[in-house]
């Protein structure tokens, strides 16, 4: 049967992908939207099964082996006799037999740490396996996602991924500057780190084209339609940041609470720079109308599921949807922040933009609050 994907054109397959789960957070009704967003991609995903190559490194396997079976025939076994002749000897004192002993034990911890880096070498090898089986066909993921999938802290898939790096595991792997993006080979940092300069160009550009024009105008000079919805929104915009804190205090999940406490913090943000920016107010009609009441939907659907006292799957499988869309929901919010009032981003947010290009390129994240 032919692929119905083009084998240079994959794009569509997000585009498709990302319809989908909007059609679900308007129309509220989620239920197999994992089942019917995996079945966009899962042609997809066999055909370039077929065309992916290896990305883990395991050259150094034998050798790491070879280490282990060394470092325990010479290192681990002989370690317990050294200890038995060692307390044998202290009730006599043998200043000749001490000093073999010492010998003897320092030759042993050479080849117990043989042993040590032979099997930390395998073990990262074995989790490598495991990070590149999660990524599939990405080429780049933040270090949060991949932790999750591991169910690993942060923290210590950030220093996994050092070592696997440093080591060659990932022969061309990278961390970006930040060390919350990974990237699997050198195309994709390429990539990265020419879309980092271009969206800093930009940046600039937008900069000084802001400073020209002076975006920061006072209420005054707004017509007076202009002025009322400039109030409007403000009091829009508390009442929304009242009602998501109202309900993170009823919600008992602390991944939904945190969602809503991320996404609060940028509301206000949001609300006190339009506070002094009444300009900005002909940039926010769409976020007003449509991006927080949608929000909002969403957070007063998940709180009636927790009333449910014996959810079914649907209704699980419901509120883990809406948990991940909460996360996207704060990405988008701090991209309409930042779009908004260009003068107060600084240029640590760059290397976070581009990589978000870079995955939308790669139809992982569909960017629908530009529009």
């Known amino acids: ?117 032979g099997m930390k070498k395998l073990k990262a090898l074995k989790l490598a396996q495991r990070y590149d089986d999660y990524m599939r066909i990405r080429t780049v993921i933040e270090v949060e996602t991949l932790a999750m999938g591991m169910h690993a802290s942060e923290r210590k898939t950030r220093k996994n991924l050092r070592y696997m790096i440093r080591e060659g595991i990932f022969e061309q792997g990278h961390l970006d500057s930040t060390q919350q993006f990974f990237m699997i080979d050198d195309r994709t940092y390429n990539d990265f780190l020419d879309a980092t300069r271009k969206k800093k160009e930009e940046q600039d550009k937008v900069k000084v084209e802001d400073a020209r024009i002076q975006t920061t105008l006072d209420a005054s000079d707004l017509t007076p339609e202009q002025k009322k919805q400039w109030k409007k929104a403000i009091e829009d915009g508390e009442s929304y940041i009242a009602e998501f804190q109202r309900q993170k205090s009823a919600i008992s999940e602390p991944q939904m609470k945190k969602h809503l406490e991320d996404i609060n913090k940028v509301l206000v943000d949001i609300f ?87 995955l939308a390129k790669d139809s992982l994240v569909k960017d629908e609050w530009k529009r």
């Open 1 to 117: 049967m032919e692929n119905k994907y083009d084998k240079d054109d994959w794009t569509h397959v997000g585009d498709e992908v990302a319809n989908t789960v909007q059609k679900a957070i308007q129309s509220g009704i989620y239920t197999n939207l994992s089942r019917h967003v995996g079945s966009f991609a899962g042609d997809l995903l066999k055909e370039v099964k077929r065309k992916v190559v290896p990305r883990v490194n395991r050259k150094g396997e034998g050798l790491a082996l070879m280490k282990v079976i060394i470092g325990a025939i010479f290192g681990l076994f002989p370690a317990p006799f050294l200890l038995i002749a060692f307390f044998g000897l202290l009730p006599e004192y043998n200043g000749a037999a001490f000093i073999t002993l010492f010998i003897l034990g320092l030759i042993d911890a050479f080849f117990v740490l043989m042993f040590c880096k």
């Open 272 to 358: 006190e720079k339009l506070k002094a920016r009444p300009a900005q107010i002909a940039q926010m009609r769409r976020f007003m109308e449509y991006y927080l009441p949608t929000t909002k939907k969403l957070v007063q659907k998940y709180q009636e599921f927790n009333q449910i006292d014996s959810p079914g799957e649907d209704v699980l499988e419901a509120k883990q949807e809406i948990e991940k869309t909460m996360g996207t929901i704060y990405v988008a919010f701090v991209e309409m922040r930042n779009n908004l009032f260009i003068n107060d981003v600084y240029d640590v947010t760059t290397d976070a933009e581009a990589l978000r290009t870079m």
